[in-house]
């Protein structure tokens, strides 16, 4: 393949460590999000839709810039349609979706959450890449479509591009346990309160599980320690670099791996999972072998450096999985082509 130059090559390592009996909480890199907002009658109470609009809106103020594509549906109007997407998922646009989100109202209307779930799959198929599924509201579902089932065909669907994070207003249990039980569905995500929303930090902390900051991406764990706040262990790892066309570590990228290498036996339960990308420049034949060779040079680095090969798994994705969506695949020197010739680690809880 004809290529000239060098573009940076980035990765990452999402790590969480599992000590049971304490909890972990692992970083996910999603580059799409997608809200369904439950507007029903019992949303009336109190002011959860008020609390539901300034948490998504709130939200969307701080996704990243990267985030490809979003979108907003309602559920629980009381007259046709009772569910409504309010802000179809198109290319992620920060002002138009806070227009949609703007003004929620009550829709005194029951809580269809299976068939809201069920009619966000056009939705998500217009999302690109990594797809968040964020549900906001009460938790009481009482439509007909069961709520297990739509969740376990989306997640049939999209394997590991799906995510599901839901956060609850008010502190019914029925709707607590809905609320967790839509998440364990999904494979992966995060359950949160909203009282855990009620700080511009809270909101933050919790964007930044669902679209970790670019070059770090981090987890939090749970000390097993007992104390009456879980002691927090950010481990971060620093981004290196590729020269253009090729799977050799630049003397740099050797420096960064030996820093990165020590945080790994400092860490000694997180195993992880060394996944290599292109661009979409070339063919796909031709990618698919160079992000297969970049995986495998990150992964042998880390076992010369004293790392367990059983706690590595490699995988190459070339230019049909890119970690980043690519407008201009023939602009080499874009944002987006630089940020797919990278290997990214992903945890992997065992």
Known sequence: MKRAGWVLAGWVVMVAVWLAPAWALAAEHNDSGVFLIDVSETMGYKDYVAQAEKIARSMNQKFPNYVLSAGAEIYG?????????????????????????????????STPMGSAVNQSGPGLEQARGKKALIVIGDGLDNGFAN???????????????LCVYTIQIGDNPRGTKVMADLVKAGGCGK???????QSDEGVQALVDIIFPPEGKVVAAVAAPAPQAKPKVILVEFTDTHFDFDKSTLTPLGKEILVK????LKDNPNVNILIAGYTS???????????????????????????????????????????AT????????????AKSNMRVLFTIIVK
């Open 77 to 109: 109007n009381m007259n046709y349609p009772q569910i409504e997407w309010i802000s179809p998922v198109q290319d992620y646009d920060r002002a138009a979706l806070d227009q949609a989100l703007s003004g929620l109202t009550k829709g005194n209307g």
């Open 325 to 336: 969506f690519e407008s201009y695949p023939e602009d080499l020197e874009s944002k987006a």
């Open 260 to 263: 990165n290498i020590k945080t």
């Open 147 to 161: 709520l297990a089932t739509e969740i376990k065909i989306l997640k049939d669907k999209y394997q590991s591009d």
């Open 191 to 197: 359950t949160t309160k909203a009282s855990e929303l």
């Open 280 to 322: 979409a420049s070339g063919t796909d034949e031709y990618n698919q072998k160079l992000s297969e060779r970049r995986a495998t040079t990150v992964r042998d680095a880390l076992i010369a450096g004293g790392i367990a090969p059983e706690r590595l798994t490699k995988i190459g994705y070339g230019e049909k999985r890119p």
